[in-house]
């Protein structure tokens, strides 16, 4: 898909650039977009980046080298073409449950502050705990430019999503131009009902333990997937925060995985090639071990 868009770049608008969209295969969701004319070096990078999935939680430092080369020489090649840079911070949700450092993040805000780029973090997923932190790019000490937030911004209970932005960027769009100014207003911007369910789930987060909550999660996966460690079909066994994954090395039929969770009374949904857990953080001891147990007797079962 194509279209013709308004681009950032370099902190001018610019008209006209093309752009071509990259989807995500499992869910079908646009996972990037760049310029026609640098789609081959985007494909090359993303190529790279998931060659590199496998070892994704304890990745060499020689491999997470090679990816960040690849961002280089394509932001070399194709800076003044390119508005920003999006990443997930931490840990790519959707792309498998991939861990990175905090120097990658580091490296990434380099790139972008050199070539005059937006870093944008995508803490949808990671943002209020999930890794730990109350929010990825904390834990990480790199500031972006832009931060967008949605799912625990209401516990999970109504859709709201939240743009935050930095002042640079915020007075880049104000203005009475309408020409100039962010002209966003969507039917259900500041939706009451959602709003108070934030406002609720805020209230909640100031109230309750949430961080040690996670914690105790964070020891009670490590704990229960531990026995995964060494088993035929298992790749990959990591933890971050509320995040607990089991890499295989393949799922032939992801239909009949799923069901056998359910036949050992859980509800567990594997993806491409992982078996993960991002449990409530109110969950309890007693119902987390239930679920580990089952990954470890399902996956030690296969062959």
């Not at 994704?56 to 280089?72: D, Q």
């Not at 861990?99 to 990434?108: E, K, M, Q, T, Y």
């Not at 005059?116 to 500031?143: K, P």
């Not at 009670?220 to 995040?243: F, H, N, Q, T, Y």
Request: net charge neutral; glycine share 8%.
């Amino acid at each position: 898909m194509s279209a013709t868009v308004k681009m950032l770049i370099g902190g001018q608008w610019r008209e006209g650039a093309q752009t071509r969209e990259v989807r995500d295969p499992y869910r079908g969701e646009v996972i990037a977009r760049a310029p026609e004319s640098s789609l081959q070096d985007l494909n090359d990078a993303l190529e790279a980046a998931s060659a590199a999935k496998a070892k994704a939680a304890a990745m060499p430092g020689y491999e997470r080298a090679a990816i960040l080369r690849k961002v280089a020489q394509l932001l070399v090649a194709r800076a003044d073409e390119i508005a920003g840079i999006i990443v997930e911070p931490l840990v790519q949700g959707a792309g498998g449950m991939l861990f990175h450092d905090a120097s990658v993040l580091g490296r990434l805000r380099a790139a972008a502050d050199r070539y005059r780029l937006l870093l944008i973090f995508d803490e949808i997923f990671t943002g209020f705990g999930r890794t730990g932190a109350m929010f990825a790019c904390a834990a990480a000490g790199v500031a972006p430019d832009i931060i967008t937030l949605s799912k625990a911004l209401t516990g999970g209970t109504l859709p709201l999503a939240a743009t935050v932005a930095s002042r640079q960027v915020f007075e880049a769009f104000w203005s009475d131009d309408p020409m100039h100014a962010l002209m966003h207003g969507p039917t259900y911007t500041g939706n009451a009902l959602a709003c108070a369910a934030a406002n609720a789930s805020f209230d909640l987060f100031e109230r309750e333990p949430r961080l040690e909550q996670v914690r105790a999660i964070e020891a009670g996966l490590r704990r229960g997937l531990e026995p995964c460690i060494g088993l035929p079909r298992v790749k990959d066994v990591r933890v971050r925060g509320a995040i607990g994954v089991v890499e295989l090395d393949r799922i032939d039929d992801l239909a009949a995985l799923r069901s056998r969770f359910v036949a050992e009374g859980v509800f567990i949904r594997p993806f491409g090639r992982i078996v993960y857990l991002t449990p409530a953080f109110t969950i309890g001891e007693d119902e987390l071990a239930a679920l580990t147990a089952a990954i470890v007797k399902v996956v030690g079962e296969l062959r």
